[in-house]
């Protein structure tokens, strides 16, 4: 066989962000933030590609697509789909779509012109897969196996009504099968793997199976300027929410990758948005501005969630729910998505990217043996060695505490310090506390749940509302010592 060329573009974690958004970069001891994204830039890059390398060009999305603005929230994902459909995928995998609940999943997948691909979802019942494991695609003179991993995290951590009749595996025991199938059955030239279980899930997948030609990731929001080479496997992940499109250029001969260029494109002011796209969102979005324009406070400086330990972002939305619920201590998941809200005005399109779910505010009594705990079990679902048992997103967000931690400890004995107004925690003492949802406080902790009559968005408008401006500043209430 001659020499045949792929390139593979990317877009991982969206997170429903349909127009451009300021975006987190580093800088000199400090971040500075540029306005990126938007579908209609997303849209240029692809037409411009696909006009560039005809018939050689495959696009894949990694999933945590659907969910996570006001927009795609309100209308349960299908605001997306022709938007979706309009940049023409060929395959993608799934993480918080399940937030609707499987039955909607389902129904945005029969809405898309690509298939949803995922080896490990089944049904609790039947045991059958509940979404095709993998297709073939014939592309630029060679014949791609693509298989789906979806985030095995959706019935491990997240709320039950997100897996309600279906269970998730890893993948990683089903997957060597699926590769030989493609290979034997399928002949293909290529194996790519469309994975959403995470970096480190996906650098160790890719060290324990052979067979992998490509992986590409999602899930953790890895900015990869380069691609990473586990074996002869290329890894490739590009950031977040529309931020970035991932390019990887392939020369293959005799079923072999020979060549491998990547670019991490930057969704930035310089690409011209395609006027096609930009009229589809502007219909999607118009119906709701009035709403989402509301003017609800002002912000003296920047929120992001561009860090593991705490967030300036979360430690507004603890002061909210701990002013609503009247305690100190309050606790919040460690969500990674969410894009920055810059100094000025702040409207309710804002407070609705940083809270989506849009959760109840409840009330918790913990002993203090429970918050050690609890903090214990979410340290290694974070920072464990093994990636295979890393669960979450970033540490879960607290207020009213100090917890002084080291990384490198075994399992169940990270915390060295924690402190409650200065002073050690009690292990009989009860602590009363603010959570948000589910996930705030898992159900395994704490007595006396009380349900309060506002929700997370509530709690945030009259924060707002009470000072002229919100300041966002990290506190060390959680520290890598």
């Known amino acids: 066989m001659s020499e045949r060329r792929l390139t593979i573009l990317q877009v991982n974690d969206l997170h429903g962000y349909l127009e451009p958004h300021p975006e987190v970069f580093r800088g000199r001891g400090k971040f500075n933030y540029r306005t990126c994204g938007g579908l209609a830039r997303i849209a240029s890059i692809f037409k411009q590609v696909r006009a560039e390398q005809t018939g050689e060009v495959l696009a894949l999305d990694n999933g945590d697509t659907f969910h996570g603005t006001f927009v795609a929230v309100q209308s349960r994902g299908e605001a997306l789909l022709p938007l979706m459909n309009a940049l023409e995928f060929d395959a993608m995998t799934l993480h918080w779509e399940f937030a609707y609940g499987p039955a909607q999943v389902h129904k945005l997948a029969a809405g ?133 499109v991932g390019r990887l250029d392939l020369t293959v001969n005799g079923g072999k990758i020979i060549d491998v260029r990547h670019e991490m494109i930057c969704v930035d002011e310089q690409i011209e948005p395609d006027a096609d796209m930009a009229s589809r969102v502007e219909e999607v979005v118009a119906p709701h501005r009035a709403f989402l324009g509301q003017v609800v406070g002002r912000l003296h400086s920047p929120l992001d969630r561009a860090t593991s330990l705490e967030a300036t972002m979360d430690n ?104 409650i107004e200065g002073a050690p925690i009690q292990p009989g003492r009860s602590y009363r506390a603010a959570m948000l949802g589910e996930q705030g406080v898992p159900g395994k902790y704490g007595s006396k749940r009380q349900k309060l009559d506002i929700d997370a968005i509530e709690s945030l408008q009259q924060l707002f509302e009470r000072g002229r401006q919100v300041r966002g500043s990290r506190r060390g209430s959680v520290v890598a010592v």
């Open 316 to 419: 507004v939305l603890l002061d909210a729910i701990a002013a609503a619920a009247g305690t100190r201590l309050a606790f919040s998941n460690g969500w990674r998505y969410g894009a920055p809200i810059l100094p000025g005005e702040v409207t309710m399109e804002h407070l609705w990217n940083i809270v989506p779910t849009q959760p109840p505010i409840s009330t918790v009594e913990l002993t203090g043996d429970e918050l050690r705990a609890m903090l214990e079990a979410n340290l290694e679902r974070t920072y464990s060695p093994d990636p295979y048992c890393q669960m979450g997103g970033f540490v879960k967000r607290c207020r009213g505490l100090n917890m002084y931690f080291k990384m490198e400890n075994p399992k169940g004995h990270r915390i060295e310090d924690l402190l």
């Open 112 to 244: 898309l012109n690509h298939p949803p691909l995922a080896i490990n979802i089944f049904d609790k019942v039947s045991d059958h897969l509940v979404f095709d494991p993998s297709r073939v695609i014939e592309r630029g003179g060679l014949r791609i196996g693509i298989i789906g991993i979806a985030s095995n995290i959706v019935d491990k951590s997240m709320p039950p009504s997100y897996s309600e009749g279906v269970c998730f595996t890893l993948g990683n025991t089903e997957l060597p099968a699926h590769i030989e199938r493609l290979r034997s059955v399928d002949r293909v030239d290529l194996v790519v793997v469309l994975s959403h279980l995470g970096f480190a899930q996906d650098a160790k997948l890719a060290a324990e199976v052979a067979g992998i030609d490509v992986l590409i990731s999602g899930h953790t929001h890895n900015r990869l300027y380069r691609p990473v080479w586990v074996g002869n496997t290329p890894i490739i992940q590009s950031g977040c929410h529309g931020s970035f």
